[in-house]
């Protein structure tokens, strides 16, 4: 029997390709979330400094309460696709920051796709892009998008790992997909390959360890014993999507807006002053890190890459009030010099 808001997403999912959208799917709320699992990850720490996963999960575990007043009774799912192979420099930067920031453009999108539902079909409708409480990767499952993979990183048949999700909770009954079959089976790659065994058993991940945490996310000092797993990875790790083989479906992306930055050497952003940096990073996602986070990086990358000729400009880092980032110059140049 053909479901009577059939037509509504027709509709949805011609407008949503046309918007760069490669997937849709929906979802009905309430959804089973594994609440148990969730508040043992949060309160054995393995989300780190992330604070904001503690917060609203009254809505995180029950979205459909993200409309209050009037119960949501659907999810609708989107990926965009950003994969690109990454560009030849001595450093690396997560695939997914190698362009503009994605939130305020795909935001727009959605948006976008929401007045045409309220416009034309009724109903309210939130969309979120990293913007709320949504588990993203369960509900992108639940809505036949992909599996969550033992890197606990959406996998897409035909397309892989390289996607953005995006989500509009609305009070529309909408036709729901059929979820997909986990087909991971018995490889263990992304465990194998995670540089600092993040991944700590299939489908289970510390953050506290990842270097996507470590580089991004975390505030203060890169904790010593990591660093050297870092390598040359900037902003971000795509360690466990780079050896999925499903990625051997992966095609690049076809979004302007994801163009490869133009980024300077190692030494030569390391010295750069707050303007330079706010002006160079502007729309990038590397501008999230302030600057403060950007030359630790730095460092840490330069103490596994760099050579001598990188030691004048760690030597003035040195001399910065900053204890922080004078430690992790110390530590870099103690590397390098114990290389040469």
């Not at 289970?204 to 505030?219: F, R, V």
Request: aromatic share 8%; with cysteine.
């Amino acid at each position: 029997m053909v479901h009577p808001n059939q037509t509504i997403l027709t509709r949805l999912q011609a407008e949503a390709e046309a918007l760069g959208f490669h997937s849709i799917g929906v979802s009905a709320v309430p959804l089973q979330l594994r609440y148990e699992y969730y508040a043992q990850w949060i309160a054995e720490g393995k989300h780190g400094t992330m604070a904001w996963m503690e917060r609203n999960n009254d809505r995180r575990m029950y979205p459909e309460r993200l409309i209050p007043e009037r119960e949501a009774k659907s999810i609708i799912s989107l990926a965009l696709n950003y994969y690109q192979p990454d560009p030849e420099r001595g450093y690396r930067v997560a695939k997914y920051a190698l362009g503009d920031d994605y939130h305020n453009f795909m935001l727009r999108r959605l948006k976008r796709l929401c007045r045409i539902l309220r416009e034309d079909y009724g109903g309210e409708q939130r969309p979120y892009v990293d913007t709320g409480p949504l588990l993203e990767k369960p509900i992108a499952e639940s809505a036949g998008l992909g599996w969550q993979g033992k890197s606990t990183i959406l996998i897409e048949p035909k397309r892989g790992t390289w996607n953005f999700l995006a989500n509009i909770v609305t009070t529309l009954d909408l036709p729901t997909s059929t979820q997909q079959k986990d087909r991971c089976g018995n490889c263990t790659r992304c465990l194998d390959a995670c540089p600092t065994q993040a991944i700590t058993a299939p489908y289970q991940l510390d953050a506290t360890k990842c270097i996507s945490y470590l580089t991004i996310e975390h505030d203060g000092a890169i904790p010593v014993e990591y660093r050297s797993a870092i390598g040359d990875r900037l902003y971000g790790c795509d360690e466990c999507l780079d050896v999925c083989p499903w990625n051997k479906w992966a095609v690049p992306t076809v979004e302007p807006k994801f163009a490869i930055r133009e980024l300077p050497s190692l030494g030569e952003m390391l010295l750069w002053d707050q303007a330079t940096f706010s002006e160079r990073m502007q729309g990038s996602p590397l501008r999230r890190l302030k600057l403060h986070r950007f030359k630790r990086n730095i460092c840490v990358v330069l103490g596994n890459v760099g050579v001598a000729a990188d030691l004048v400009a760690l030597e003035k880092v040195v001399l910065d009030a900053d204890p922080m980032l004078a430690e992790h110059a110390s530590w870099a140049i103690r590397q390098i010099t114990d290389r040469n």
